[in-house]
């Protein structure tokens, strides 16, 4: 069945137990460039925009503020994603990297040990949990709030934008 939903980025605002809004866009494209994935927040004074083309850094934008003014309205920058692969057991630190991966001909291998090298340190934390050597990151409690999140923003969306309440209990 095909979905009625496009491929497009979709964006949601968040207020904050503590008043505070953030706003966070979701999205995935492959009609016109290479298949891209996306992840981008923005708070009142920064925002961080995944890469827009592959061999590229994110960049982050920071906005002059009363309190932090800046010689510009907005200053951008490119930043450099740190390797954590050091965090690892050595048998599974070359994963983070792309020259790890054995199909580098698929467009998602290219990307790296699967996004930004992220996927070793969460196999790696759900072993270690599983083996009871630490809590489980993220707990139970976290997910179901991750995912409540998801669920109300989608919501919304099929509201046309109606403001929808994330339960807390």
């Known amino acids: 069945m095909k979905s009625k939903l ?3 980025p979709r964006a949601t605002i968040f207020k904050t137990g503590v008043g505070q809004f953030c706003a966070l866009r979701v999205g995935q494209s492959c009609a016109l460039s290479s298949n891209r994935e996306s992840f981008d927040v923005s708070g009142s004074k920064k925002l961080f925009e995944w890469q827009q083309v592959e061999n590229e850094e994110p960049v982050i934008h920071t906005k002059s503020t009363r309190e932090h ?3 510009e309205p907005e200053i951008a920058r490119r930043v450099k994603v740190p390797d954590y692969a050091g965090r690892l057991p050595a048998g599974i ?15 998602s291998f290219l990307q ?12 790696h934390a759900f072993l270690s ?10 707990d139970a409690e976290t997910s179901a709030n991750w ?5 109300c923003a989608h919501d919304s969306a099929m509201r046309g934008g109606e403001r929808v ?4 209990s």
Do not use: C, W
Request: no cysteine; charged share 15%; hydrophobic share 35%.
């Open 165 to 168: 309440t994330i339960p807390t």
């Open 6 to 8: 496009p491929l497009l």
């Open 129 to 138: 949990a599983e083996r009871g050597e630490r809590p489980a990151l993220p």
């Open 112 to 123: 790296g040990g699967g996004h930004g090298g992220s996927h070793p340190h969460l196999v």
């Open 147 to 151: 995912t409540m999140v998801g669920l």
């Open 93 to 107: 630190r070359r994963f983070t990297q792309p020259s790890a991966i054995q199909d580098a001909e698929h467009l």
């Open 69 to 71: 003014p800046l010689s």
